[in-house]
T-cell receptor
């Protein structure tokens, strides 16, 4: 089946630095990618929708200058957490699918970000 | 906007027994898709089963089956012959059929514990 590869799987960074998370669709063209944030034992919260070649659409309450999303190709979307702070520590997951509403959404392995 | 409600934060089941996870949703759309996803301790999201709203027949995948009640907007998941590997967090999700690459709307999740 289709695979979405997300890297890194975990990262620890110092407060004030920036961290980039990559999400790649390995065997299909991902026109749209979704970025989620998940706290322990909670649901996935959609942060933004990333469209290839255009600006990302952010959900209400998500700071677009804080969470920079770039979707420069059909196989790669990146999420950069800028000037990270401890409250940004979380689990971040990307997802994409190949087609319409009934097709399976494929998820990356997730990235555990810890800001110290 | 669509919403998905999972009213059971945690459930327990004895190995080899059957358990049912509840999910209700709210939408004004007539055509949509419903999913159950499993998130084991590895946190990799795994599709368990999907249901097209236009299909009256309940979806089945081996030990997993759903009870889809469109009028009641209910979509429960039944796990038969529960196994230790079924222990995970389960998410019910909704996706509109009207838009390509549309986002998933997730419920809060249910933690399933399997006792040996």
């Amino acid at each position: 089946g289709a695979v979405v590869s997300q890297h890194p799987s975990w990262v620890i960074c110092k407060s004030g630095t920036s961290v980039k998370i990559e999400c790649r669709s390995l065997d299909f063209q991902a026109t749209t990618m979704f970025w989620y944030r998940q706290f322990p034992k909670q649901s996935l919260m959609l942060m933004a929708t990333s469209n290839e070649g255009s600006k990302a659409t952010y959900e209400q309450g998500v700071e677009k200058d804080k969470f920079l999303i770039n979707h420069a190709s059909l196989t790669l979307s990146t999420l950069t957490v800028t000037s990270a702070h401890p409250e940004d520590s979380s689990f971040y997951i990307c997802s994409s699918s190949m087609g319409g509403g009934n097709t399976e959404a494929f998820f990356g392995q997730g990235t555990r970000l810890t800001v110290v | 906007a669509q919403t998905v409600t999972q009213s059971q934060p945690e459930m327990s089941v004895q190995e080899a027994e059957t358990v049912t996870l509840s999910c209700t949703y709210d939408t004004s759309e007539s055509d949509y898709y419903l999913f159950w996803y499993k998130q084991p301790p590895s946190r990799q999201m795994i599709l368990v089963i999907r249901q097209e709203a236009y299909k009256q027949q309940n979806a089945t995948e081996n030990r997993f089956s759903v009870n889809f009640q469109k009028a009641a907007k209910s979509f429960s998941l039944k796990i038969s012959d529960s196994q230790l590997g079924d222990a995970a967090m389960y998410f019910c999700a909704y996706r509109s059929a009207w838009q390509y690459g549309n986002k998933l709307v997730f419920g809060a999740g249910t933690i399933l514990r399997v006792k040996s």
